[in-house]
């Protein structure tokens, strides 16, 4: 009896905070939190530099940005901002608030780490989803964009994060390799009926010429096979600051501030705010909702395989 009394309080109380959570919600702002999903075809194209230094160039446009490092077992992250984190979300579900566990640089960027084996080893209940909510519901308010840095190919975990994301910006070069996996990236979403905004960003090119020609070859193929219209959201020059600005971990946007590097991202960021007003947001109440249907907390466990 003292068992089932102790259960019912509990699912008392959680149903109290996900009602506390639609309340927030719905006071938090009439233009909820915008979350982009951050992903590639496959590794070493720089997805994760491109994630803080675009959140970087964001902030410096006045905007609240949060990375969450969904990058499970491969901190990047917080490596490239020489900062290590004291929590992860996994804090949260054993009580820890959100907002205790939000890392802040000297940069005006906010990330959360996701926790070395979060998504492996965690199976969400829906009381666990009901807290999540409820801290999330308090948190939104703080940030224009969420950003998430998902796993490096084609994957279960990324696969669910694009789907729940409203944007998705697609990371690639010019290398062979990197645009046949993008395609590839891009065809399992199209199978899976999964259609975020695409915009795709090509990285370290050697020149404009290059990177438009190898959107305009990506763009054709998605076009006529996959019936999918990829926007180009911008391209970054290959830049030797890169490489200095990453072995120092510091962000390129401060170690070489005129560099070419650093204006690339601070006009794709530009880009975004353009197109960000034409792109309907469903906050991070939307975000949830979509994952937790996706049931990637929940049932049993999903292991990816990189592509």
Known sequence: MLDQASQLRTQM???SMAAEADTAFAQSSANPAKVVAVASGKGGVGKSNFCVNFGIALAQQGVRVLILDADVGF???????NISPSHSLLDVLEGRHLNDIVEYSPYGLAFISGGNGLFDHLLMSSDDHARLVWELGKLSQMYDVVLLDCAAGVNEVSIRLVAAADQLVLVTTPEPTAMADA????KLLTRRLITPAPQVVVNRAQSFTEAKQSVDRLTRVTSRFLDVHLETLGYILEDPSVSQAVMRQVPVLHHAANSKAASCYRQIASNFLRKDLQTPSLGMSGFFDRLLKSRLFGGGRDRGHGA
């Open 75 to 81: 901190a990047n992250v917080e490596v490239l901002l």
């Open 183 to 186: 395609y590839a990236f891009m």
């Open 13 to 15: 109380g959680m149903r």
